[in-house]
Structures are given as C-alpha cells and as structure tokens.
C-alpha cells in the first residue's frame, strides 16, 4: 500500500474554525505577546469545535453536513486581551459573542455527535489564541478588531518535527437558510 494511500485511511486531528483574512491578520499582529511561545500567525483562528482524532468516514460526514449548516454571516469584535494561567494562554476575545456564532458552534457540535465523535463539555468561550506556555495576563480591554466571518473551515492540526501547523482543508460559506415557500 502507497504511502499517501496509508495517510488517507489514517485518523486526522481535526477542528471547525473560523479563518482570518490577512487584512485582520495584519490588524492581529499588533497584540502579538512577548512573553510565552508565539503562535505563528499562519495558525491564527478561533475554534468553532474541537473535534480531536478523526476517522476518514466520520470526516466524509462532517463535510457533507457542514456543507448543509445555513447560518448567517455575522460580525464580531476582538475587543478583549487576556490570558488563563493555568493552560498558559494568551488570548484575544469577543466580550460578546454573537447570537449567530454561537448557533454555528451549536450546530456543528450536533453534527460530530451525530457522527459519534465524542465532544468536550466545557463551555464554549470563542478566543483567538496568541501564545502559549505564558505567564498570565491581566484582562484588559483593546480597541475592536471588527471580524466579519462570512465563511467556516474544517482544518488539520499537523505536528511535526518543527511544532504544530494548521491547515484548511474545506471551507464553506455562511449563509441564510433557503426561504420556505
């Protein structure tokens, strides 16, 4: 059996994300840490759902199922920087999220349910991660990064011998459900 014929049947770490453009990036950048491990910018995004090690015919179900998620586009603002010291992150954060982001979160965690992929039961709390292994942080509010997230991606957690990297492996767009009638 090739090689790349092995990695296909292979499970896959798998998460739901939303994606920044590079415009946001670049806005991002400024409350980048000196303290703690770095994220790459390339890594940034805020899970949606965390969904771990992923067998290739639950992921075929995750896509097909996000592909029919009807939730409209929506905007946020980045308005808060902060940390937990005990995981050791350093965040960025919505002081409030928005009613739509959190019908996404809920909708895709009942996709991978219904796939049996087992789901973590903390409550949800949508961030952007800027570093890890830091000390902590006082909360402090920033000036509003505005986020309009028109899309969601399904994305590959790949660690290697030089740390970990994301990739994007499907994207689809946000959108109203189909009117009735």
Partial sequence: MAADQRDRQRPARLFFALW????????IAAYQQPAGKAVTPANWHITLLFLG??????????????????????SLQLDRLGGWRRAGIIWLAPSTAPPALLELHQRLKAIATAAGIAIETRP???????AR????????EIAPIPWAASEFCLAES???HRGARYV??????LQEAAAAG
């Fill in 20 to 27: 920044p453009e590079e415009a946001l990036r670049r806005q």
């Fill in 53 to 74: 090690a992923v067998a290739p015919a639950q992921q075929q179900v995750l896509e097909r199922e996000a592909a029919a998620v009807r939730v409209p586009p929506f």
């Fill in 124 to 130: 949800y709390r949508p961030h952007l991660t800027l």
């Fill in 133 to 140: 292994q830091a000390p902590a942080v006082p909360l402090q």
């Fill in 158 to 160: 790949i660690t290697d």
């Fill in 168 to 173: 994007v492996r499907q994207r689809w767009p």
